[in-house]
Structures are given as C-alpha cells and as structure tokens.
C-alpha cells in the first residue's frame, strides 16, 4: 500500500506563488513517475505536470513557462512550484505516483488532494 501526503495549498492572489509537495511512503521498491493533476469544479481531472525516472518532464500548455515540477528520489517527494497564478489555476490538485512493490506488481496511487485558490 502507497501513501501519498499533499502539503502546500491555498489562498493566494493573482500573479502570486505557491509551491505544493507530495510525499510517498509504503512499500515501494521503485518509483517510475510522479505527476500533478487538477479538477476545477464542474471540470474533469487534467494533467498539470509529469517527471519521469529519467527526468522527462511534460506540462499542460497552459502552465507551461509558469509552473515548475521536480523530485527528490531519496524523500519519494515530488514538488510543484507555481508562479504568477491566475484566477484559471484554481482547482483542486492530486499527486499521482507510479511504481512497482516488486518486479511483477505494480501500482497507480492518487493523493487526497489540495486546494488551491487564485482570488483577489
């Protein structure tokens, strides 16, 4: 079993920064990528960004040059550094990790979620 602990949501206004992070533990044997997605109300979950093992890194377009993602493989910790936020990022955020337990079983596992708020 994974568990994922979000920390770093808020209330922020436009144009401000928040950085989220997402801690994994459980028995986890490797971790293949980590990623950031998001739910606005009425909406469905979107990508917001992905880093591999290999440091392959995918944003949405819509953070792209604004939002920064990277990990830490000692902590099982992935980060998401948000610059000059608009009212449009507001959502509800969820860490997503991929893995293995072993070299047959792998998992999914998805993070309780944080808010994240952009209002003046």
């Known amino acids: 079993q994974v568990r994922l602990v979000e920390s770093g949501g808020g209330l922020v206004q436009p144009g401000g920064s928040l950085r989220l992070s997402c801690a994994a533990s459980?028995?986890?044997?490797?971790?293949?990528?980590l990623g950031w997605y998001r739910q606005a109300p009425g909406k469905q979950r979107t990508l917001v960004a992905t880093?591999?093992?290999?440091?392959?890194?995918n944003y949405a377009d819509s953070v792209k040059g604004r939002f920064a993602i990277s990990r830490d493989n000692a902590k099982n910790t992935v980060y998401l550094q948000m610059n000059s936020l608009k009212p449009e990022d507001t959502a509800v955020y969820y860490c997503?990790?991929?893995?293995?337990?072993?070299?047959?079983?792998?998992?999914?596992?998805w993070g309780p979620g944080t808010q994240v708020t952009v209002s003046s």
């Open positions: 459980g028995s986890i044997r490797t971790i293949n990528s």
């Open positions: 880093i591999t093992t290999g440091r392959s890194i």
């Open positions: 997503n990790v991929q893995g293995t337990f072993s070299a047959y079983r792998t998992f999914e596992s």
